[in-house]
């Protein structure tokens, strides 16, 4: 149980299009979904925290109208670069919460990652 | 503020050999601990999760340990296999829903 899916695993594009990732919660609900980017031998780096039927919060920093954040249902969340640049080169996670249990409260389960370079 | 730092940065062993990675934490008030094996290209898998009451927690041939006194934690690998070879990751959860603090990871490479 708790998987969750990414797709794509990975995406080329030019410099000033849009893409957009996807980010599944397979076998539960997940209200609350997480955006994180990593870069190369870096740790993950919290982008924003998506809740279903809400706006997201971005972490400081992050520009919300570059890094546009949905988050229609209770089991997906989209991730939409737009413009993108080859700076926004980076591997992308997201992650949702589990439903969780007292003592696990918080649990966060990762997608594999979409791998995103921008020419 | 809240930092979670793990040692060391990378580690080399031989396949069949053990090793131990370190983590040392500031996050207050804790709720709990999670090591994380993120393989290259892959996202994190949790290893383990533990809280303030537990000392130690095992899942196959890992197991890891917990002193809430000390805020330190180790990850101790038994019988490496070269699909050991991937970053482990500490990760600390604050009390409720606080945001998790990871650490930078420690990247193992196993070698026939």
């Known amino acids: 149980g708790a998987v969750v899916s990414q797709h794509p695993s990975w995406v080329i594009c030019k410099s000033g299009t849009s893409v957009k990732i996807e980010c599944r919660s397979l076998d539960f609900q997940a209200t609350t979904m997480f955006w994180y980017r990593q870069f190369p031998k870096q740790s993950l780096m919290l982008m924003a925290t998506s809740n279903e039927g809400s706006k997201a919060t971005y972490e400081q920093g992050v520009e919300k109208d570059k890094f546009l954040i949905n988050h229609a249902s209770l089991t997906l969340s989209t991730l939409t670069v737009t413009s993108a640049h080859p700076e926004d080169s980076s591997f992308y996670i997201c992650s949702a919460r589990g439903p969780g249990t007292i003592l696990t409260l918080n649990e966060q389960f990762f997608g594999p990652g979409t791998r995103l370079t921008v020419l | 503020k809240n930092q979670v730092e793990q040692s060391p940065q990378s580690l080399i062993i031989l396949e069949g050999k053990n090793c131990t990675l370190q983590?040392?934490?500031?996050?207050?008030?804790?709720?709990?601990l999670r090591w994380y094996k993120q393989d290259t290209g892959r996202g994190p898998v949790s290893l383990t999760i533990?809280?303030?009451?537990?000392n130690t927690k095992s899942n196959g041939r890992y197991t890891a340990t917990l002193d809430a006194d000390t805020k330190q934690s180790s990850l101790h690998i038994t019988a490496s296999q070269l699909s050991d070879s991937a970053s482990y990751i500490c990760?600390?959860?604050?009390?409720?829903?606080?945001?998790?603090?990871f650490g930078k990871g420690t990247m193992l490479l196993v070698s026939p």
């Open positions: 533990m809280t303030f009451s537990e």
């Open positions: 983590c040392n934490y500031t996050v207050s008030p804790f709720s709990n």
């Open positions: 990760v600390v959860s604050g009390s409720g829903y606080s945001t998790l603090t």
